[in-house]
């Protein structure tokens, strides 16, 4: 028999270590197609800027690399230590898909990644080129194959159970099961976004500070383009998942949307904001919009959405958690958009570099793109509870009978050695940040000031 506090601190274990783990590849994935375009630019052009971020940015990206790789080793033995139950239970599909990451996507990347940092030298510019695309379709295919896991564990299928235990007998359906394809590009789409940000806001504080060479430029150009569609083409993919979210798993939509029970035939509000009371089984203070629910979800002004109350009590999930972290996702995702448009009404005006008050906001935003795309892996995991398997195997039957002292204890280890370690890793990032790019030979003098000083004047 499981302990419920032995449950929750396994649950807080897993989150917080995945919460750790999720920005450093997705940042990687991003870095990593950037890098592909800058030194194809340079082999292009043969201008010495785009060779000069290339190599600023692979600085970053080996670090960030490292730290993915050592924070992600500790997410494999977790399915072991504190989730045997559903270790026995699925490993027979989760154990290949992450083999399948390691084999055909890690031994990619590691290889290629000695070249891409030391072999300008020892290998020619075509060969140097080739490394780094191996690298960016290496950070390709893991997303490919970790989401694939994920997608199965939401929208199971392609299995038989056998004496309790999963048994692949369709590897095809198991791999592109329903939610596969609109997980996949949200979450390639959502590292592209974020890493996007994270450039920006990069040169922003450079600029902010007076760098105005023409690598700092070329960066937040870069970057802006890179929002811009990105982050556009989110909206019209997140909308996308969302309708597929509603066909195989309505009871998270439901929580998402803080709805508890339609009214006759009327169609399904959308709450804008509320608090979500899950034993009173409503949602208090909320403000609506009538019909606009229905619009959004189902494309029609009819149509209803089902509602938390159509499913029994012990298979809702915590609507207040996945109410909020939905509405905190979306709600940077139209910020996202906002800048990105912003940036293009500043380039025809030809100020992008130089409005104060645009380079403020990007700078705030650099971390955007990360919190997004942990509020959005919240509102997935916390939405899909009870269930680990979604309708085969319930959470609380596939944990570890820990006691909670043992629990205590290992989740206070964590939390201290995560700290210690990755803070200084991140530390180390943003001092590789700080410094910047080399600078090109044509650039103005660099005068630091103030990034929030009233005064606009030009440097």
């Known amino acids: 028999m499981y302990d419920e506090y032995a449950l929750m601190l396994a649950r807080i274990q897993f989150a917080f270590t995945i919460s750790f783990h999720i920005i450093f590849p997705a940042i990687t994935i991003g870095l990593a197609s950037y890098l592909v375009i800058l030194e194809g630019m340079w082999l292009k052009s043969k201008k010495q800027v785009y060779l000069n971020l290339y190599d600023f940015w692979l600085k970053v990206f080996a670090v960030n690399f490292g730290m993915g790789v050592v924070s992600g080793l500790v997410m494999a033995y977790q399915f072991g230590t504190n989730w045997a139950g559903f270790s026995n239970f699925a490993g027979s599909i989760t154990g290949p898909l992450l083999t399948y990451e390691v084999l055909t996507a890690f031994f990619l990347e590691a290889g290629f990644l000695g070249v891409m940092i030391y072999g300008r030298q020892k290998v020619g510019p075509g060969l140097h080129y080739f490394a780094t695309i191996m690298v960016a379709t290496g950070t390709i295919i893991s997303t490919f194959w970790i989401l694939a896991s994920n997608s199965w564990m939401q929208t199971p299928q392609g299995i038989e159970i056998v004496n309790g235990q999963v048994i692949p007998v369709d590897w095809f359906a198991v791999i592109f099961n329903p939610s596969f394809p609109y997980r996949l590009v949200h979450m390639t789409v959502a590292?592209?976004?974020?890493?996007?940000?994270?450039?920006?806001?990069?040169?922003?504080?450079?600029?902010?500070?007076?760098?105005?060479?023409?690598?700092?430029?070329?960066?937040?150009?870069?970057?802006?383009?890179?929002a811009l569609i990105s982050a556009c083409v989110q909206v019209v993919v997140g909308d996308l998942?969302?309708?597929?979210?509603?066909?195989?798993?309505?009871?998270?939509?439901?929580?998402?949307?803080?709805?508890w029970e339609n009214i006759g035939d009327e169609p399904t509000p959308l709450i804008l904001f509320g608090i979500p009371d899950n034993e009173a089984e409503r949602t208090k203070y909320k403000v609506e919009i009538p019909a606009l629910g229905s619009l959004i979800l189902t494309h029609s002004l009819d149509k209803q959405v089902p509602a938390l109350k159509d499913f029994p009590k012990d298979e809702r999930a915590n609507s207040l958690v996945v109410f909020w972290?939905?509405?905190?996702?979306?709600?940077?995702?139209?910020?996202?958009?906002?800048?990105?448009?912003?940036?293009?009404?500043?380039?025809?005006?030809?100020?992008?570099?130089?409005?104060?008050?645009?380079?403020?906001?990007?700078?705030?935003?650099?971390?955007?793109?990360?919190i997004a795309i942990l509020a959005g892996w919240f509102t997935t995991e916390v939405g899909r509870q009870p269930w680990i398997v979604y309708g085969l195997m319930?959470?609380?039957?596939?944990?570890?009978?820990?006691?909670?002292?043992?629990?205590?204890?290992?989740?206070?280890?964590?939390?201290?050695?995560?700290?210690?370690?990755?803070?200084?890793?991140?530390?180390?990032?943003?001092?590789?940040?700080?410094?910047?790019?080399?600078?090109?030979?044509?650039?103005?003098?660099?005068?630091?000031?103030?990034?929030?000083s009233s005064q606009d004047e030009e440097h």
């Open 191 to 226: 590292a592209f976004v974020a890493t996007s940000f994270f450039v920006a806001a990069s040169s922003a504080w450079h600029l902010l500070r007076g760098n105005r060479t023409p690598e700092v430029k070329k960066m937040l150009s870069m970057a802006m383009w890179m």
């Open 241 to 259: 998942h969302g309708l597929n979210t509603l066909k195989h798993q309505p009871a998270k939509i439901a929580a998402m949307e803080g709805h």
């Open 325 to 370: 972290t939905f509405r905190i996702m979306a709600g940077l995702g139209f910020l996202m958009v906002l800048a990105g448009f912003w940036s293009l009404w500043l380039r025809k005006k030809n100020t992008l570099f130089d409005n104060k008050l645009f380079l403020r906001f990007i700078f705030l935003m650099g971390p955007s793109g990360l």
């Open 394 to 452: 319930k959470t609380k039957d596939a944990v570890t009978l820990h006691p909670v002292g043992h629990m205590s204890l290992s989740l206070g280890l964590f939390v201290v050695s995560y700290f210690l370690l990755f803070g200084i890793g991140i530390y180390y990032m943003l001092q590789i940040v700080r410094k910047g790019p080399n600078q090109h030979s044509e650039h103005l003098p660099f005068q630091p000031h103030n990034l929030f």
